[in-house]
């Protein structure tokens, strides 16, 4: 009977598309609807132009054309998809609230909920309900709440449907999705103890395993599986935020931190991944999920576990606007008028996806000091950037302040569209936005940033030429020999 053979997805985004396009792809048996209110988002995922999909991931497009319109489908119809399926997925954004209780730390579940009213008025059969958003620990319990709640249908003649929540959170990066969808390290599932919880485990247990080895799904309680997606966020983050910590101890005493961090990485109990020194992290999870987490320990009266985590964040601030500084200060205090191209807008490469990037933040700086920015990224639409930058301008959070910054009493300005635009110009090829610029700031490691023609890049450029490369990615001999004042993260 829990055979299932007809999948919804609610959000078509980041996780939702990619994994969905995967799952199709490996269970051909299987009807996999995938449904988004954004009817942009859904044309494009319907484009047979696979360049216009509206996530940009190494390989996704050879996924989407195996299945698309086979047993994959993008809809806007999210009550037929919920309707006919007998497993539904949400997978809808969660953010950091923006309002009210919570302001700034706390997931907000809003349209979660709302996927789980919508779900309980049109369902008419049993369902299984699979998180796959990211959500704060005992949110099942939340979505069971509301979804028994329904009032009785009086002229149904079949009885109340039933519903089962799984927690089923998405470990995938960005950037190398297909990938880890393919070949994932482990693939979590956690549910109620009671028989309904057990046979959905199973229902869900059973897809996976056309293609995911048996022991690599991990089956957990509920409430063990939905913590262990926030802490397998903040640990990630805080190994980021150890390595750059300390590369601002290495530029203070001349040590490299890229050596130190293969020195300890050599050990097994350390391991090298995730080791990497750079501007800061970006990306809408890990600073989202790890405010949760902070949010979640304060409200159950943890402060010392709270603060222990929040750390993470500040240093991440603290790296971004550190590294603003340093162009500040090497620019002879100003950059006021000065022409400072970015490589990169992207939070990290092979993703168009910019939420939560360090160049933002990086960006906005220089803007407060009124630099003239021109901006590169291979994926990244010219609207998103301006979009980021008037975004921040309305919700930015206390920021962590660098002790410099801690002098100063004015806090940072507001800066109108208009100011935005006329500052700020994206370019259609590097070799533009460099030319006659001061300075030069990699903010993502795209591969190709490497392979470019640096002499030419330094002859149009004005002198000194100074290069700020936040990712580690460039050629340092090749740069200095070439005549550029390169300064790289944690390097003294
Ligand atoms: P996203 O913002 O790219 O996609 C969410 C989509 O849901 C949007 O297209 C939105 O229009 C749609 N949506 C919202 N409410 C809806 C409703 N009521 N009905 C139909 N569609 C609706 O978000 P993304 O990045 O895919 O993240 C989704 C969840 O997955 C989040 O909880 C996130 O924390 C989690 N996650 C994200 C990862 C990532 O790398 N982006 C990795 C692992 C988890």
Redesign the pocket.
Known sequence: PNKVTNIAC????????PTMAVIAQKCPHIKVTV????EK?IADWNDIDLSKLPVYEPGLDQVVAESRDRNLFFSTD?EGAIREAQMIFI????PTKTYGIGKGMAADLK?VE??AR?IADVATEDKIIVE????PVRTAQAIRTIMNAAPARPNSPSPAPRFTVLSN??????GT?VKDLHNPDRVLIGGEEDEDGQRAIEALATIYANWVPGERILTTRIWSSELS?LTANAFLAQRISSINALSALCEKTGADVDEVAHAIGTDSRIGPKFLKSSVGFG???FQ??ILNLVYLCRHFNLPEVADYWEQVVKLNDYQKQRFAKQIIDTLFNTVSGKKIAFLGWAFKKDTN?TRESAAIYVADELLQDRAEIHIYDPKVPTERIYADLEYLQQHRRPQAVIADRAKQSDPPETLSSEAIRRLVHVHKTPYAAMEQAHAIAVLTEWDEFRTYDWQKIYDAMRKPAFVFDGRNILNREELNNIGFELQSIGRG
């Open positions: 609610i959000g078509a985004g980041y996780v939702g598309g449904v988004d209110i954004n988002r999210v997978s809808v954004n969660t349209y709302l996927c919508q796959k958003s990211t959500l959170p998405e470990f995938l990066a960005e999705a997606k990306g809408s999870c989202k999920d996806d």
